[in-house]
């Protein structure tokens, strides 16, 4: 086992910032084999799929197509980009890239030359030639029978009256905007306006807590807020309006000034007359928006402008502003969304992501739109009413395309096929799955019981950084193999890494980074170049890691074996440790803090937090709640940890590294396994830990 020498001279910037957060975990990463290695014979799935007509007739046809991909990015993604509407064309050498930190500073250039703007042909271009009348979104509402359709016209009608107001309160090319809001067409929309003025959204899931969206609006410097007076979802209510609120006090404390707050009235989940309002800074949407012209100029940007930030954890400190510009990202996320899902033009796609992730960026709203589909947009939960919720809505809109998460499959599969089998299913001929590896038996039930067997699963494995999918089985084009990801997107060179930084031939397990840039990869961490190079190119000099292990098989299929760093996935969220741990000694009862992940049967992985306490505080029922509490509010609801284990010591090293090799295994109750713990300054804290655990909560 090679992993554990993992710790790689530029890879670890840990440190200062750890320390500074008082928190114990340093750099011991996740092991991972680094050798050849053979992968078990998958069960049989069927070849092909009667029902499903690819775009790419036929593996001989990808294998050409990804050749010329890869050995003429220029000429393949030229004409992967002539559909679309250019104000400018792009340059025939058009693309550029550094990967190398010892060539000079990691800088990825794509359509060079070009200009356009991503609204435009999201919606302009559709309306123009002649689609106007067709929906763009079906929304469906958290209540059985609320719900409402907008076409494509009526979507830019609503996108042209927001991006006029942002206007009137004086956003400009390049500000930052910050989104807070559930899913309405309202959060789209909200997307769209910006891009269309070439602003650049910030959109913050409205799971996060007051503290991590104050963070946001403050590390991005947004004076524009857009958010929602609450929302329901399922039978719960999110006041979102006063954790809106309370972000835009924590950033005033810190100097930042949020100068206006739009705020939609959803009035079904709570009306204006129940929230707090303050005159000069917050603006009702339905009052301001409404009057405003349907027609708005729009702001051609060139190719390298950004168009979005979207936060997200990495192994340490804070979240990273991962930063996507337009031509490229625009491109490539058409081009994914059209071969994964099989799309053509008016299929009827559902994709269950929340908007404030980014599956709902490159999902549901830019890649179905560009496409020309028709979206249901949902702002429930798959289980309310019931478990059939899901099926209800595919029966209700004909739904063609269900796009979905490993964890939501999962916790279906729980309630029981009845649920699935009372709705008839018949349009649907596409599944596709996101976020986590998805286990064999989750992707059976997906494909045999609600598939009936007639619906390909595509696997699609991709990141936040990537923008679009990377590895991804074409629907009907090549065998599958339940549980893994199959074979690389078109321009993507993906490559298994030895701890050393040697490519590993063949079938092999190793470090999954990628050889060469592909169109939509992130361009920076904004405000932070270098935090952008020391974590993606300089942990392997050449090639951008993924932060994932993976192994390839003897088909040259690659199967996810998951994060090799500090992150955890919970419920196909993404959380740092760190992140979790700078909560937990946030408290001020709490001494150490180190967090791990263990394996949970609905989430994919639960959050298990070693703590110690300060001298003399007694651990109690009370504190444990409290410890909660303080991640609930630091980071939000979705990151509380599952478990809190009561640690007089931690596992550290005579050089006070914690060995978290050795927390993984206690949680996952694995003791025996525990490897060599002859470094241990005090190995008779491990005993201690095993025992202590029963007391784990
Ligand atoms: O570990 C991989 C896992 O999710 C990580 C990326 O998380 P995020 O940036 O939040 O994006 C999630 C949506 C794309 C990856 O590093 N992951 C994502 N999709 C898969 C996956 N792991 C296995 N199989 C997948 N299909």
Redo the contacts with the bound molecule.
Sequence with gaps: RLGSQFVQPAYALAPSARASARCASVYTNRTVMCQAASVAAPETVPATYPNVTPHIADRAQYEQLYQRSVTDPDGFWGDMAEQFHWQRKWDDKHVSYNFDVRQGPISVEWYKGGVTNICYNALDRHVAAGNGDVPAFLWEGNDVGRDKTMTYAEVLDDVCRLANWLRSVGVQKGDAVAIYMPMLCELPIAMLACARIGAVHSVVFGGFSAEALAGRIEDCQARVLLTASGVMRANKKIDLKKIADDAVKLCAKNNFKVETCLVYDNANAMPRSECAFTPGRDVWWQDAVADFPTTAEVEWVDSEHPLFLLY?SGSTGKPKGVLHSTGGYMVYNATTTKYAFNLSPGDVYWCTADCG???GHSYLTYGPLLNGATNVVFEGVPTYPDAGRCWEVVDKYKVKQFYTAPTAIRSLMRSGDSHVQKHKRDSLQILG??????NPEAWRWYHDVVGDGRCPVV???????TGGHMILPLPNVWQQKPGS?TLPFFGVVPVLLDEKGNELKGEAEGYLCIKNAWPSTLRTVYGDHERYETNYFKPFPGYYF???GAKRDADAYYW?T??VDDVI?VS???IGTAEVESALVGHNHCAEAAVVGFEHPIKGQGIYAYVTLMEGVEYSEDIRKDLIKAVRNTIGAFAAPDVIHWAPGLPKTRSGKIMRRVLRKIAAKEEDQLGDVSTLADPGVVQQLVASRQAAL
């Excluded at 799955?433 to 998805?438: A, D, K, L, M, Y």
């Excluded at 696997?459 to 950084?465: H, S, Y």
């Design positions: 997200t992730w980014i599956t799955t996101v976020g986590e590896p998805i696997d699609t494995w991709w990141q936040t950084e990801a993924t932060g994932d996810i998951g994060r996935n196909g969220h993404r």
